[in-house]
């Protein structure tokens, strides 16, 4: 049996990155794999309801972080560890880095609490803690995300944060990346979407090929 590999990508509100999911999903398929995609907050039946609290309520950061963590602890218990068990291919849309960039950076909360609660939250019966073999961040400007958003849907509380808050969550993911680079492939989501849509492939046949970031 193949192991499991599990993907995430992330990147601040506008950045684009949910439309190349599906692509690299099809990638996969085509390599003969099964595909599991799910997103966070969210991808069991009360991941979903925790992630409308999250996203509509407002809420004191440290409740929003616990939430946070309570709806992946669900996502890894039902879907995820039992995907790569089987040995799927995960792909998620956002994990845990976009708790440290949205709650640590834009919210200012603090990042060793939020250390721990991935340490517990995450932590593998074989010791280490459960993290993406790769994850692909979409960076972009907050500016230039803040006009894609304009002309979007109803924007969520996230959604509807200044531009100094999407400032500091793109200065979160930096410093996630920095912390664990082995992981983290950067794309410059500020290019056209075909441009954007080859780098991600280039990097996925990358990985594939055992080249990491």
Known sequence: MNSGTFISFEGIDGAG???????????????????VSTREPGGTPLSEKLREMVLHEPMDPLTEALLMFAARREHLVQVIEPA????????????TDATFA????GRGFDWQVLAHLE?????????????????????LDPQIAAERLASARVPDK??????????????AYARRQSEMPR???????AQSMAA????????????????RP
């Open 158 to 171: 996230f959604e509807s944060q200044p531009v100094d808050f999407f400032a500091a969550v793109r200065a």
């Open 102 to 105: 949205y709650q640590g950076g």
């Open 196 to 211: 954007v849509g080859q780098d991600v492939a280039r990097v996925v046949d990358q990985w594939l090929a055992g080249v």
């Open 17 to 35: 990155k949910s439309t190349h999911i599906a692509r690299v999903a099809d990638v996969f398929r085509q390599a003969g794999r099964a595909v």
């Open 183 to 189: 992981r983290f492939a950067r794309i410059d989501a």
């Open 84 to 95: 790569l068990a089987r040995g799927d291919v995960v792909l998620c849309d956002r994990f």
């Open 119 to 139: 340490r517990m939250v995450q932590g593998l019966p074989s010791g280490g803690v459960r993290q993406p073999d790769l994850t692909v961040w979409f960076d």
